[in-house]
């Protein structure tokens, strides 16, 4: 998807989340030729993380029947190929650090944070 106009909507809801007044994205987001099936499902999951909020890999693959192991899980949100909105920066390990991210330990940090202060007003 390279046309600006189509690009748009994209750009508009990334600057509402940033700013705070966007907790969920309502662009389409279409993963139908990502993966494998049990990987789009896994990031299905990921995508239902409400704002604001930390899950464990451990709390995902248990909430998906099909889960061999959190490391399936965690194998699948590591490719996800949509940031931000399927936000895998939700997505922790065990003891609550943050482990990796593509972008970095620190901005996944700052995503967390972000949505934390603007949960409870403080942009």
């Known amino acids: ?10 750009v508009q ?9 966007r907790r969920v994205f309502d662009v389409p987001i ?11 499902r896994v990031l299905q999951a990921v995508q239902r993380i409400p704002y604001g909020m930390t899950i464990s890999y ?5 909430s998906m029947p099909d889960a061999s192991s959190y490391r ?3 194998h699948a949100v590591a490719l996800n190929p949509v940031l931000f909105f399927i936000p895998d920066h939700r997505v922790v390990l065990s003891n ?5 991210y593509r972008l ?3 901005e996944k ?6 949505e934390k202060s603007h949960l409870h007003g403080n942009s």
């Open 72 to 74: 399936s899980v965690e």
């Open 96 to 100: 609550n650090q943050v482990g990796t």
């Open 30 to 40: 279409d993963i139908s030729e990502f993966g494998t099936e049990f990987q789009r």
């Open 109 to 114: 940090i700052r995503l967390i944070k972000l």
């Open 1 to 10: 998807m390279r046309d600006p106009k189509r690009l748009a909507p994209y």
């Open 13 to 21: 809801q990334l600057k509402e989340y940033f700013t705070g007044t």
């Open 58 to 62: 451990e709390g995902v693959a248990t």
């Open 104 to 106: 970095g330990q620190q």
